[in-house]
């Protein structure tokens, strides 16, 4: 078996740079360890920047985005029993949409299937072989047989437990991480929306965000310890959270439906440098990892791809190699940019226990300060559009 360039993993990351590559008239097989429903049903977060939005229309991969997703203009902080607006699109002339990145995935799969691309699923043993040479080759086990394909590239779009970062060896790479002592108990449910742009919460009792993905279903979180279990949260518990929480002292509150789906994510920042060794590239979560304040995960993983989609087509059409020498450096940038910016936002809005009430008080001090001074709301909103020099 051979291809121009081997990708593993069908998550956005792959599958996505599968179908630039395509668009561009370059072939590549995705190679996938789950299987199909297992991917298109993997609930994470559900905001798209201006700019991963823009990427997935031009690539033609955006119709069902379009009816379905929502163009949002703000969002609002709530903080000290009020609520106030950051105004997107006023200050930075761009706006976000919500819509869930399983969607995006159902698309992407649905168009790599549509144009015949090879995408291989329940795929297991894989393992990357000669990648600091010039023929570099993965083997992996698929429908009882072993293979071995053959290309001139190979690109981990494993996410953060895939098999791809280890084959850079440990001593031409560093990893910088920070773990949060706090996790996300997100929901969804069968309600109409408490708000019409995304609540993100910061209270004494910890963070919570109201956020959609429907007129008739929306997705909710607060802040929990990352070891307890779901089982733990009684409905009534939950909605008791979240008004407390959230609920505004000008009346404003959450709206309770029917609870669907309940579960707990860690938070974590981790960044593994170099994301490159020979002919082999990390994308996404393979490299790197946001805390999810802010969503800047799937957003990440596609302006990767657009780096790498831009240098390996400088490649094939100009057997130019500068651009894919300097990806890692390039991609890195606005790695480094979204893992300070989540940071920041998780910082501002979390309980921390380890904080006293003064750096409490700062807290309030820099969400007054955020959402007053129109510098502030303009860096807040540049970093949440993605409209972030970098
Ligand atoms: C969602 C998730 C996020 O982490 C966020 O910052 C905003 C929205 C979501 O799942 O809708």
């Known amino acids: 078996m051979r ?3 081997g990708i593993v993993g069908a998550g956005p990351a792959g ?13 590549s097989v995705v190679l ?3 299987g199909r429903a297992q991917i298109e049903s993997t609930i994470r977060a559900g905001v798209l920047e201006q700019g991963t939005a823009d990427l997935l229309t031009e690539a033609g991969v955006g119709a069902r985005m379009k009816t379905e997703g929502a163009v949002h203009h703000g969002i609002e902080l709530a903080f000290e029993g009020k609520r106030r607006r950051i105004d ?12 869930a990145q399983h969607e995006v995935l159902k698309d992407l799969v649905a168009a790599r299937i549509a144009a015949n691309g090879a995408l291989l699923f329940d795929v297991s043993d894989t393992s990357l072989h000669d990648v600091d040479t010039g023929t570099p080759s993965i083997r992996f086990q698929h429908a009882g047989e072993s293979h071995e394909l053959q290309c001139d590239y190979v690109i981990g779009c494993d996410g953060s437990q895939g098999v791809s970062r280890a084959a850079i ?17 997100g929901i969804l449910v069968e309600a109409p929306p408490s708000s019409h742009e995304l609540i993100y919460a910061r209270h004494e009792r910890g963070f919570a965000l109201i956020s959609t993905r429907s007129p008739n279903v929306q997705r909710m979180y607060f802040q929990c310890d990352p070891h307890d279990t779901v089982e733990h949260w009684s409905d009534d518990r939950i909605w008791a959270e979240l008004h407390a929480r959230v609920d505004s002292s000008e009346g ?3 709206v309770e439906g029917r609870i669907f789906q309940k579960n707990i994510v860690g938070m974590r920042s981790f960044v593994s440098t170099t994301m490159q060794y020979g002919r082999l590239f ?19 993983a596609v302006a990767d791809v657009r780096v790498l989609t831009r240098a390996l087509e400088a490649f094939y059409r100009e057997g130019r190699t500068d651009l894919l020498e300097g990806y890692s450096a390039t991609a890195l940038k606005r790695v480094w940019r979204a893992e300070h910016f989540s940071y920041w936002m998780t910082r501002m809005l979390h309980r921390l226990d380890d904080a006293s009430p ?10 007054e300060h955020v959402t007053t001074s129109r510098a502030a709301s303009t860096a807040l909103a540049e970093n949440y559009v993605g409209a972030v020099a970098v």
């Open 252 to 254: 404003e509150h959450v």
């Open 88 to 99: 997107l699109t006023e200050l930075t002339g761009h706006s976000i949409t919500v819509y």
């Open 3 to 5: 291809t121009q360039v």
């Open 15 to 27: 599958l996505l740079l599968s179908h630039l590559l395509h668009l561009r008239g370059i072939d």
């Open 282 to 300: 990390l994308a996404g979560d393979a490299a790197h990892i946001v805390p999810p304040t802010g969503a800047k995960g799937l957003n990440l």
């Open 169 to 185: 060896p440990q001593a031409l790479r560093r990893d910088y991480e920070r773990v949060f002592p706090f996790g996300w108990f």
């Open 32 to 34: 996938e360890a789950r």
């Open 358 to 367: 003064f750096e409490q008080q700062l807290q309030i001090a820099e969400l």
